[in-house]
């Protein structure tokens, strides 16, 4: 039986993966930060532990864990992640860091982590970025900052991993029925104060925060078409899916850059002065 650890399963994206994996055959090492959402994931038949993906100790844990337990690892999915919304320079280098700690920073400490294993079963590595990456927008530029980042740095752990025999698929969501949007919504208002010149502009904050849920994919229908291209021989370097994930690369790729501007300009009310 395979076995494929999913970082951030306590909903939406990762616990469809868990759910959709479990089906299909593998053994599903399925994690979460809360105790109680461990407690739900094992409840439905994962091997559900907690952890925080920017705990090195716990992360050398689970290593270990999952070494005496199978040896190696087949799949590790770089899941786990959260959006910071807002004005950029509202939320600052601080907002930046914190984005950047689980958005990016962790990805390569829970890979690091689970080399040894991976290295043993020739695995894969998949890491899950955002057509956020590709398509720059106001009042998300840390969010984007971070995915591009996973992006570069899945280019890279590509080249560096194919001597070891280990593969990386970067997934390209686009918009996906989760609860992503109402955490964003939250992360905007802790950064948007009355006294920030971006004030004026609050409804169009919200509405960027909430763009992940205008006419989104179902979380089972991303985790049925990851599953897909994890089947496929060989593996697919880059696999986009959710509404959105084709039509946004291609307007950041063929738009000329003034035309992309005013568009999302006007999108966002950046086209007066405040």
């Known amino acids: 039986m395979p076995i494929v650890l999913i970082t951030g399963c306590s909903s939406g994206i990762g616990r469809a993966l ?26 439905a038949g994962f091997t559900g532990r907690q952890l925080d993906v920017n705990d090195a100790q716990a992360l050398q844990t689970l290593s270990a864990e999952i070494e005496a ?3 190696g690892l087949d799949i590790l999915i770089n899941n786990a992640g959260y959006g910071a919304m807002g004005p950029l320079l509202d939320g600052g280098v601080e907002a930046m860091q914190r984005q950047f700690e689980t958005n990016v920073f962790a990805l390569v400490g829970v890979t690091r982590a689970l080399f040894p294993a991976l290295r043993r079963n020739k695995g894969l590595v998949v890491n899950i970025g955002s057509v956020s990456g590709v398509l720059v927008t106001p009042f ?39 609860q992503f949007a109402d955490n ?18 609050r409804e169009y904050i919200h509405a960027r925060a909430r763009a992940s849920q205008d006419h ?6 991303f985790a ?7 089947a496929k021989k060989p593996t697919p370097t880059l696999v986009r ?6 039509a946004l690369p291609l307007m950041a790729r063929w738009l000329p850059r003034a035309l992309l501007d005013a568009v999302l300009k006007k999108r966002f009310g950046l086209s007066r002065p405040l």
Request: charged share 15%.
């Open 18 to 43: 868990a759910d959709c994996f479990k089906q299909a055959g593998y053994e599903v090492w399925a994690t979460a930060r809360k105790a109680h959402d461990v407690e739900r994931l094992q409840a």
């Open 69 to 71: 337990a199978h040896g």
């Open 140 to 178: 998300a530029g840390a969010y984007c900052a971070s995915k591009a980042a996973v992006h570069a740095l899945s280019d890279a752990l590509r080249l560096e991993l194919a001597p070891m025999g280990i593969r990386v698929l970067e997934v390209q969501p686009g918009a996906i029925a989760t």
């Open 184 to 201: 964003a919504q939250t992360q905007a208002e802790q950064v948007l104060a009355a006294d920030s010149p971006w004030w004026p502009l």
């Open 216 to 221: 989104p994919t179902t979380a089972t229908d």
């Open 224 to 230: 049925q078409g990851l599953l897909a291209a994890v």
């Open 241 to 246: 899916l959710g509404n959105g994930s084709r």
